[in-house]
């Protein structure tokens, strides 16, 4: 669908190259610029453990594009840079704010060279501001953004997302961000400013709970352990005889039916909000008598909105997860056979595949210095000065 778009992503880390990815996947020449050293994520994964000295973190976000060894600091590098930027259509950055102007490629000089370019800023906090010079990482913004402080018992610590929620949001909403600003520039003829950051990003996570708080809600975590603060029981994660399983908005007449205990029907659906954390607990007391799979078929039975609580591997081995055509693979020639999430959107009732495996450091230097013109000699000029690698 992006077929005819080139991208250029001065990204690292999470944010910028899931981002950059999205548009690779749906079919946009994504160049992704790298240092002398290879990105960070070439050399670093959140358990410590590589794959033959590849690193998992690389291949989940790197698929699908190429790789242009550059020392942005060295002057040679600049009017190749300036080339590439005058036929490209996206440039994507994640270094801290300000990094790409003082490198001579900040969004006002590019937007001199090429009007119709499409630059998009990723950060943590926003391009200025307080927080401008903070550290900006998922687990931070979960932090201060009330992520963590939502989520637990009320007796409990703060609970940050078992994942890196923010990061993954924020590189969907700054993918959307420059696909409506490519719509855009259809009808302008002229390219912007795109803007998305991680404090934004784990805001939107919570439109729900926070328009409440906006309107004099108070935020209060229940006893009970509720996955949140503002529903009715039941509703949340409950142990059973050999599990756990999960139970969302279900009536009290249901509950007095199913479990044949007029205690439910009593309190009504009026107070079942203030009476949460008695009912949660007294649905506990019902679901340690039987297995998790006892009281799935029990609930299914009778339209009761329920869930297994799944591990990682039970995840992978879901029959709809697998239905849904959810991971595909590629082959390393160091790691072997790698597996990867598929781009999660369909089109025309199909997933978008991987045409090319994460690429070597600098593997398409000489190849993209070629199609901006620069002869074999020119090339051999750039890479014996460190310019390029």
């Not at 899931?18 to 290879?38: F, H, M, N, R, T």
């Not at 949660?280 to 009778?302: C, K, M, P, Q």
């Amino acid at each position: 669908m992006l077929s005819g778009i080139r991208v250029i992503s001065f990204t690292h880390f999470l944010q910028g190259p899931s981002a950059s990815q999205i548009l690779a996947d749906l079919g946009a020449d994504v160049i992704k610029v790298e240092p002398p050293s290879g990105a960070f994520e070439r050399s670093w994964t959140g358990p410590g453990r590589m794959i033959n000295g590849v690193s998992p973190f690389f291949t989940l976000a790197n698929r699908n594009v190429r790789s242009l060894a550059v020392d942005l600091k060295n002057p040679e590098s600049l009017e190749p840079l300036l080339e590439l930027v005058r036929s490209s259509d996206v440039l994507v950055e994640s270094f801290r704010p300000g990094a790409l102007d003082r490198l001579g490629l900040g969004y006002e000089t590019l937007r001199e060279i090429n009007p119709k370019l499409v630059y998009c800023s990723l950060s943590g906090y926003g391009s200025d501001g307080p927080y401008v010079d903070r550290p900006g990482q998922d687990v931070l913004i979960q932090a201060m953004s009330g992520l963590a402080a939502a989520t637990g018992r009320a007796d409990h610590d703060p609970t940050p997302v078992g994942a890196c929620v923010v990061d993954q949001h924020a590189a969907v909403i700054g993918a959307m961000g420059i696909l409506a600003a490519l719509h855009g520039r259809e009808r302008t003829g002229e390219g912007t400013r795109v803007e998305s950051n991680l404090l934004n990003a784990a805001l939107d996570l919570q439109i729900e709970p926070l328009n409440y708080a906006l309107n004099g809600w108070d935020d209060l975590r229940s006893e009970s352990g509720v996955s949140s603060s503002y529903y009715k029981a039941p509703y949340g994660v409950f142990p059973t005889a050999d599990g756990h399983l999960c139970i969302s908005l279900t009536s009290l007449e249901t509950l007095s039916t199913l479990f044949d205990d007029e205690w439910f029907a009593a309190i009504g659906e009026d107070n079942s909000f203030d009476r949460r954390d008695d009912i949660n607990e007294r649905v506990a007391g019902y679901l340690t008598e039987r297995t998790s799979a006892e009281w799935f078929d029990i609930f299914d039975e009778h339209r009761i909105w329920s869930a297994p609580v799944q591990n990682y591997q039970q995840v992978i081995d879901d029959p709809q997860v697998n239905h849904n055509n959810s991971f595909d693979s590629f082959d390393d020639e160091a790691a072997g056979e790698i597996r990867v999430l598929k781009h999660p959107v369909m089109y025309g009732g199909e997933r978008p595949g991987i045409r090319t495996a994460p690429p070597a450091l600098g593997g398409h230097t000489g190849e993209i210095l070629e199609e901006l013109g620069y002869s074999a000699e020119a090339i051999g000029k750039l890479t014996s000065s460190k310019a390029f690698l």
